[in-house]
């Protein structure tokens, strides 16, 4: 499988990272002036007209572009959430599909180990860092939770993992139970029984707060874990693109893979109605609509072993699951790598 360098490379592009962008694009009367990274004003006039078609939106702040028309990022910003967006070369935004299998296969081959860590972590009885990432880790995973941003907080009182506050949670007999408005204020309601995770959160809750995912550090000073602490966490431990969203992802098309191992064949509504009751249950996983589901988190490799009668899904649950994987993510991590040697 080629690396994201590679996959630049061989459309002709190159690959950069969102931090080396050199230029600027700053406020100016009603509009926008651009400038290099030491603020100083550009004058090659070709430049400025490159970068005004990015069409870059007006709302992003702390905006960052690209002097190389062949920078596979063409500019990067924060949105009025707060989270960082991206504008691609046209070329890579053509190779989506395949930059996504990327990354769901580079998740998948790890996520094992990280499932492991988080697992250990759980078991510790000291509050820091660590111990609060891995728990918001395990909320990512276990229960489909978006990662959080305290502007939706603001704005709709919209929750995710790291923006939850400790009256959102409920410990009870070895299960969690949340409950609290998500993104656009939609109710979510999650339980999972796991003793585990319930103990570690109920030392999270035990500190002094609102928020759940809060400690002390050595300095003595409160700290709060935040959406970037996340993934730059991820970042760390799979690739320099993975983000909280791939979790999600990846769950709901390894549901949908799962779904695999009970068609038949040649038998084309058959295989149709077990891809839509297996988005169903996806989307109910990650509190979306099924369309939602279907156009953002479900891979298109895995609707498309739904839809084409010649394919045969049997290799795909033939010896040993992956360890740390369930079979339905070990059949999604064989039909990735096998569309990738195509």
């Given amino acids: 499988m080629l690396s994201a360098a590679e996959r630049a490379d061989s459309v002709g592009l190159h690959y950069v990272e969102p931090d080396s962008l050199p230029l600027r694009r ?83 081959e790890k996520l094992g180990d990280l499932r492991e860590e988080i697992e250990k972590q759980l078991r510790r009885h000291t509050v820091d860092e660590d111990f609060a990432l891995m728990c918001a880790l395990a909320l990512l995973d276990r229960m489909g939770l978006r990662v959080g941003y305290p502007e939706y907080s603001r704005e709709d009182g919209g929750r995710g993992a790291t923006t939850l506050a400790c009256k959102d949670v409920t410990l009870k007999d070895n299960k969690v139970r949340l409950r609290f408005f998500g993104k ?42 935040t959406a970037d602490d996340v993934n730059a966490a991820l970042r760390q431990r799979f690739a320099e693109t993975t983000s909280a969203k791939d979790f999600r992802t990846f769950r709901a098309s390894s549901i949908v893979a799962g779904a695999l191992q009970e068609v038949v064949k040649d038998d084309a509504k058959a ?41 045969d899904a049997t290799s795909l649950f033939t010896g040993s699951q992956r360890a740390g994987l369930t079979r339905g993510e070990t059949a999604l991590l064989r039909l990735l790598k096998l569309n990738s040697e195509k």
């Fill in 26 to 108: 700053v406020r100016k009367g009603k509009g926008f002036s651009y400038t290099d990274k030491r603020a100083k004003a550009l004058g090659d006039d070709k430049l400025k007209e490159r970068l005004q078609k990015l069409a870059v939106p007006p709302a992003w702040e702390e905006v960052k572009l690209a002097r190389d028309p062949k920078s596979h990022i063409q500019a990067v910003g924060r949105d009025e959430a707060g989270r960082l967006q991206y504008k691609y070369h046209e070329k890579w935004t053509e190779t989506g599909h395949e930059v996504k299998r990327e990354r769901l296969a580079q998740l998948g």
């Fill in 184 to 225: 656009g204020g939609k109710r979510i309601e999650r339980v999972l029984e796991d003793a585990a995770l319930a103990r570690a959160l109920g030392l999270l809750k035990a500190q002094s707060g609102e928020m759940l995912f809060r400690w002390r550090n050595k300095e003595g000073e409160d700290r709060c874990l």
């Fill in 271 to 311: 295989r149709a109605t077990a891809l839509k009751q297996s988005i169903m249950e996806s989307a109910n996983f990650l509190a979306n609509t099924p369309t939602v589901c279907k156009a953002s988190y479900v891979h298109p490799d895995v609707q498309d072993a739904f839809t084409a009668d010649a394919f």
